[in-house]
């Protein structure tokens, strides 16, 4: 059996060749190595899993990789290990997986896999964290910055905050009600955290069929900080849950809009609907 091997060469900061020579001291498999271009990516993926007998599909790279390996699968699912080399690696972080490399290359070698939810919002996947507001508007700033890795994003993060477009206002329809909302930021969450670590679904669960939304209100420092203590209670001034299964957003202007760390253009419409168990991921 054979294993695709997907690897971004320019996600986070890590040395990809070490990683490439443990992964094959660690499997008798063949291994097939893709490295991502940033270009029609998720075609050739599509194309390489057609054409071969891949047992699983290993991913490094950070969540913007995981989602379009998962893009790419769309017909025929494998099973992927995570094997979390991007800047901020929520997902990996969510599912508890090791950060240390031995580990997770273990963890993606073995047998224990768990089947996780994905959000098809507009037409692409969503499998950590997708929101419109202001941590977009961040990922924005970080996309045309001249740094990459965590320094870059702490960098964009002060100017961000301070020329910020929001509030914004969203008109919400989910579980068969029209809502109205102001807000720094409304997320759609399969996930616990944000790839910071910061805790802003502590009741949300990645295979329980239901995803949530995350209205953010304002900009509270201490309920900020709060995120990333462990059993944060925020509070309902600083943030409303809507866990829900399907969602449809409109907002009064065009949102920065982002999924799984990657931005994509301002819109003033979302349509969201969970998709249970959509991908098996190898798990400790
Ligand atoms: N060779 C490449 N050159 C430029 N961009 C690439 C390349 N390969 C993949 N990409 C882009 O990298 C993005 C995914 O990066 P990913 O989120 O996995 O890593 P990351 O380190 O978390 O990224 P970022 O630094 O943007 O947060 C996608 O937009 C993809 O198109």
């Known amino acids: 059996m054979k294993i695709l091997l997907v690897i971004n060469p320019i996600s986070g900061d890590s040395d990809k060749e070490s990683l490439i020579h443990s ?8 291994i097939e190595i893709f490295r991502t ?17 891949f047992e699983r599909v290993l991913v490094a790279g950070g969540d913007g990789t995981i989602k ?13 290990g995570i094997l979390p080399a991007g800047s901020a690696n929520g997902l990996a972080y ?29 037409d692409q996947l969503c499998l950590h964290i997708s929101d419109l507001g202001l941590n977009a508007e961040l990922i924005r700033e970080y996309e045309q910055g001249a740094f990459r890795g965590k320094f ?34 409304l997320a759609i969450a399969n ?3 944000f790839g910071t670590g910061a805790m802003v679904n502590a009741s949300g669960k990645i295979d329980d069929g239901v995803f949530e939304l995350l209205l953010f209100k304002k900009l ?51 349509e ?7 991908i098996s991921v190898f798990v400790r």
């Open 37 to 53: 271009t940033g270009k029609d990516d998720i075609k050739k993926i599509e194309n390489l899993i057609a054409t071969h007998d």
């Open 152 to 185: 870059g994003y702490a960098l964009q993060t002060i100017p961000t905050l301070f020329n910020t477009e929001g509030p914004h206002d969203f008109t919400i329809h989910a579980n068969e009600k029209n809502i109205h909302r102001r807000g720094i930021m």
């Open 191 to 193: 996930s616990k955290k």
């Open 220 to 270: 509270d420092v201490f309920e900020v900080l709060k995120t990333l203590t462990k059993d944060a209670q925020l509070s309902p001034e600083f943030l409303e849950v809507i866990p829900t299964k399907k969602a449809s957003i409109q907002t009064l202007k065009k949102v920065d809009f982002q999924i799984d760390g990657e931005y994509c253009k301002a819109l003033q419409h979302v």
């Open 94 to 122: 969510d599912l508890e997986l090791p950060i240390e490399q031995e580990a997770f290359i273990n963890v993606a070698l073995g047998d224990k896999k768990k089947e996780i939810d994905a959000i098809k919002i507009n």
């Open 68 to 80: 379009l390996v998962a893009e790419a699968m769309e017909d025929q699912s494998l099973p992927v």
């Open 23 to 30: 992964i094959k001291q660690r499997t008798s498999s063949k």
């Open 272 to 278: 969201a609907e969970i998709l249970p168990k959509k």
